[in-house]
Nanobody
Framework: QVQLVESGGGLVQPGGSLRLSCAAS????????MSWYRQAPGKERELVAT????????MYADSMEGRFTISRDNAENTVYLQMNNLKPEDTAVYYC?????????WGQGTQVTVSS
């Protein structure tokens, strides 16, 4: 069955960095675009970034572009989210998902807290 398992979240100070990973299994990873979403307390889930099947095309939400980088390793069935210059408003649960626009599978999420 399809499984998406995120890791790498944690507590970081403002201006710091984190790298999230999402290990995928149960499907042909290289056949699907992949996305990262996030949901902050009291807010709706929002798209963070999307990457194409080959990794050659990426898209970012405006507030993340320039600070976040999505990448993938199709040999390792893993998608990454490098987050730099983190801000308190980046605090959220971050989810990996299969597809973009209307993802059909989601991971369990990993908590990212940005606080001094």
């Amino acid at each position: 069955q399809v499984q998406l398992v995120e890791s790498g979240g944690g507590l970081v100070q403002p201006g710091g960095s984190l790298r999230l990973s999402c290990a995928a299994s149960g499907f042909t990873f290289s056949s699907y675009p992949m996305s990262w979403y996030r949901q902050a307390p009291g807010k709706e889930r929002e798209l963070v970034a999307t990457i194409s099947r080959s990794g050659g095309t990426t898209m970012y939400a405006d507030s993340m572009e320039g600070r976040f980088t999505i990448s993938r390793d199709n040999a390792e069935n893993t998608v990454y989210l490098q987050m730099n210059n983190l801000k308190p408003e980046d605090t959220a649960v971050y989810y990996c998902s299969r597809g973009w626009g209307n993802p059909d599978y989601w991971g369990q999420g990993t908590q990212v807290t940005v606080s001094s």
